[in-house]
């Protein structure tokens, strides 16, 4: 068959072959630098191999979670702060799975744009790299879709897929009972979650990304990107010491939502709101917004963003491991016969 001239190429129709192979080679070493014991292969294969007897197991239970970032994509599209987003990726799935007990081993990412930017698409991988080293995942493997009249070509989506492992037995929750008590770890802002709500409130507000924030010394768009907090490291530390009878991520939905996860029935839990400061981009957000308490703690953090659910004879010595780790600890509350979220006290 004769070659046709002035044929089509897949570039024209808008797909840029050569940037994909140039981000991988650009990504290499980001990836390389989140190996761990059972990484058995780098980038450029079909499929990432891991090897669970070499990372220490015998008995593995694999626990596998999935998520986004949501509509804090915009902000971080709108104002150029990508980096950030990556690490929120990672923060989402490796934070729900060390809720069911398991260690994250190995993360995978999908990144789609309508034109792929190889600088900007490096950038968020390369905080995804930030986030694997942090929870101790290795990346090993992901996919890059350019996919133009799906998205603008300005926009691009996020989805991540953490696979963790732990010994057969040790899922948790397990032993949340009348009398446990709740330790809350504080949140760096308003992570992942609520960003819909987040941007009408500066829509209506009249404000652009470059103001200063009223509740920062930094602009606005940047000082809403703070990234979530991984809380790995430490949470395993408090899992191996003992104690820990359940763990609740507070992501959508907030404390209302989140803590019910953690309890058999018939349990619910007294959160006493006084028990910690709210902070001050909650304010803000609360008086901007003219949230009701009820909104604020079913949509956002609020300024907690992990709780353990511990024995009580086991409590001080785990806050204590927690400050080691460098973490805020509030008594917040305990479990008691009942239903879903009691609330106490005034936030401050």
């Not at 446990?180 to 949140?187: E, F, R």
């Not at 917004?289 to 009820?294: F, H, Q, T, V, Y």
């Not at 409590?315 to 609330?343: K, Q």
């Amino acid at each position: 068959m004769a070659e046709q001239k002035n044929g089509l190429t897949y570039a024209q129709a808008g797909v840029d072959i050569d940037a994909g192979n140039a981000l991988v080679e650009r990504i290499k070493p980001a990836a390389k630098s989140t190996d761990r014991a059972g990484v058995m292969a780098g980038l450029g294969g079909f499929g990432g191999l891991f090897d669970l007897k070499a990372a220490g197991y015998d008995d593995p239970v694999l626990v596998a979670a999935t998520d986004g970032v949501g509509t804090k994509l915009k902000i971080a599209i709108d104002t150029g702060y990508v980096s950030g987003v990556g690490i929120d990726l990672v923060a989402m799935c490796v934070n729900d799975l060390v809720c069911q007990g398991a260690e994250p081993l190995f993360f995978l990412d999908y990144f789609a744009c309508g034109a792929l930017d190889v600088e900007r698409a490096a950038q968020v991988v390369e905080g995804i790299a930030d986030g694997c080293r942090q929870s101790g995942s290795a990346l090993i493997g992901g996919e890059t879709a350019e996919m133009p009249g799906m998205y603008a070509s300005e926009d691009f989506d996020l989805a991540g897929f953490s696979v963790g492992a732990m010994e057969r037995g040790a899922a948790l929750p397990a032993g949340v009972a009348e009398g446990d008590l709740l330790l809350g770890l504080a949140s760096a802002g308003v992570h992942s979650n609520g960003y819909s709500l987040v941007r009408k409130i500066v829509e209506v507000q009249g404000l652009s990304w470059d103001d200063k924030a009223p509740f920062a010394d930094a602009p606005l768009g940047e000082a809403l990107l703070a990234p979530t907090r991984i809380y790995v490291n430490q949470a395993l530390a408090a899992i191996r010491s003992g104690g820990v009878h359940g763990i609740a991520h507070i992501t959508g939905g907030g404390l209302t939502e989140n803590l019910p996860r953690v309890l058999p029935e018939g349990l619910g839990c007294a959160v006493d709101l006084s028990a910690w400061s709210l902070p001050p981009v909650f304010q803000w957000l609360a008086q901007a917004g003219g949230l009701e308490i009820s909104e604020l703690l079913k949509t956002f953090n609020s300024g907690i963003g992990m709780v353990l659910f511990v024995d009580p004879e086991c409590a001080e010595a785990l806050a204590g491991l927690l400050e080691e780790h460098g973490e805020t600890v509030n008594r917040i509350g305990s479990v008691i016969v009942g239903e879903g979220v009691t609330y106490s006290g005034e936030l401050k």
